[in-house]
């Protein structure tokens, strides 16, 4: 087990039946969106929390984070209006255009995402990951008014 100021982990499985992965735990900061639920000894967020987290951490540039959010979105039920609504709770920093820019930096990632592919203990199309994000981001750019021209200009 790793231990940092907010975040544990662990590896857990055997490497035969039940692959080894690295397991997170992440303390987190209000604003809680859902109560976590008590799964035998431990504490999980709902998927509305961790999308909306994943949301605001796209700019470390971690693969594991746009596959969450996009594993969300493809099948938990979400949106992803219904989580960039909460994440200027979280973050007052994320806006649409953020968000559309870290959608976009999807595709620097491609060679990590090949790499880890082998890690992963469910296969993922990564070229369906990066058009999802693609017309994610220019559906967000689409939502935000045009600027208003300041006095100076």
Do not use: C
Request: glycine share 8%; aromatic share 10%; proline share 6%.
């Amino acid at each position: 087990m790793r231990r940092g100021d907010h975040l544990q982990y662990f590896l857990s499985g055997d490497g035969g039946a039940h692959p080894l992965v690295r397991v997170e735990f992440l303390f987190d900061t209000p604003e809680y969106f859902v109560a976590p639920q008590r799964r035998d000894e431990a504490f999980v967020d709902g998927l509305v929390a961790i999308g909306v987290n994943k949301l605001t951490v796209l700019g470390r540039q971690e693969p594991k984070d746009y596959v969450d959010v996009f594993e969300i979105v493809r099948t938990g039920g979400l949106s992803i209006d219904d989580l960039a609504s909460l994440a200027p709770h979280k973050d007052p920093g994320i806006t649409l255009l953020v968000l559309a820019d870290d959608f976009d930096r999807v595709v620097e990632l491609s060679n990590i995402a090949d790499f880890l592919s082998g890690y992963m203990v469910t296969a993922i199309d990564w070229g369906a990951l990066v058009r999802f994000y693609q017309r994610e981001a220019e559906r967000l750019r689409e939502l935000v008014p045009p600027r208003k021209p300041s006095r100076q200009e």
